[in-house]
């Protein structure tokens, strides 16, 4: 069972809104960071938004803020990202993940524990 699942995904036009969400099941992330990362045709694999356990620590890559949102809803066991104002270079497969992170460390790719199997996200011009 895959402890991580993402949906919300899918193709919007330039200056678009997707909301993607990502349910955690199999065991409680009340006490793990969680975020999401993003990966690109030929680019790396990158950071684009985190939050901590208790929601008191966010992170945001540049190219998005003021744009993405990040929540969560510790009852639902849930994770979302509302993403306002798309772009095509937001076009991209996001994963959810999950971290024990001692100490604030979002956008190291080797914190995280858990990653869900992705989701796509086409932003058209």
């Known amino acids: 069972q895959v402890p991580l699942v993402e949906s919300g995904g899918g193709l919007v036009q330039a200056g678009g809104s997707l909301r993607l969400s990502c349910a955690a099941s199999?065991?409680?992330?009340?006490?793990?960071?969680m975020g999401w990362f993003r990966q690109a045709p030929g680019k790396e694999r990158e950071s684009v938004a985190v939050?901590?356990?208790?929601?008191?620590?966010?992170y945001y890559a540049d190219s998005v803020k003021g744009r993405f949102t990040i929540s969560r809803d510790h009852a639902k066991n849930t994770l979302y990202l509302q993403m306002n104002s798309l772009k095509p270079d937001d076009t991209a497969i996001y994963y959810c993940?999950?971290?024990?992170?001692?100490?604030?460390?979002?956008?190291?790719?080797?914190?995280?524990?858990?990653w869900g199997q992705g989701t796509q996200v086409t932003v058209s011009s």
């Open positions: 939050i901590s356990w208790n929601g008191v620590n966010t």
């Open positions: 199999g065991r409680t992330f009340s006490s793990y960071a």
């Open positions: 993940v999950a971290a024990l992170m001692a100490n604030w460390a979002p956008a190291n790719i080797g914190e995280y524990d858990y």
